[in-house]
């Protein structure tokens, strides 16, 4: 009964959330799973990714070949290199979300993408298939 009432929790909270926290959503998934070293439901969150990238933006095909390149470091167990890149890209996201939902300024967002030389490519809307 329990595991029920947490299926219904997910289903809300994924059908309730923005494109961009879905992305954010799905990155989390990658991440846990490589984690715990579990290559097919990592390769199975990735490939959400990477269906999801609209191409008419040319970002979109560095994130595929980023995308590529961690399922590669994955499957010849090279997990850490993985994860680094799926956090990276997964920090860059919550940092793109939390500047347009106008949680924090933009220039503290700036400011951090400056201090750790992260940032965000493009905004989900423009990667994320509606």
């Avoid at 947490?6 to 494109?19: L, T």
């Avoid at 993985?82 to 933009?106: C, F, K, Q, T």
Wanted: aromatic share 8%; glycine share 4%.
């Amino acid at each position: 009964m329990n595991n029920t009432f947490q299926e219904k929790y997910r289903e809300h909270d994924i059908m309730n959330a923005s494109p961009i926290h879905l992305v954010v959503m799905v990155y989390d998934v990658a991440i846990t799973a490589a984690e715990e070293k579990d290559l097919t439901r990592t390769t199975r969150a990735v490939n959400v990714l990477r269906d999801a990238l609209n191409f008419d933006y040319p970002e979109a095909a560095g994130l595929f070949r980023l995308y590529q390149w961690a399922m590669e470091c994955m499957r010849d167990g090279d997990y850490d290199n993985a994860l680094s890149v799926l956090r990276e890209l997964r920090d860059s996201w919550a940092a793109v979300e939390s500047r347009l939902s106008g949680a924090i300024p933009a220039s503290d967002v700036d400011q951090a993408q400056e201090e750790t030389g992260k940032e965000a490519q493009i905004p989900a809307a423009e990667v994320v298939n509606s």
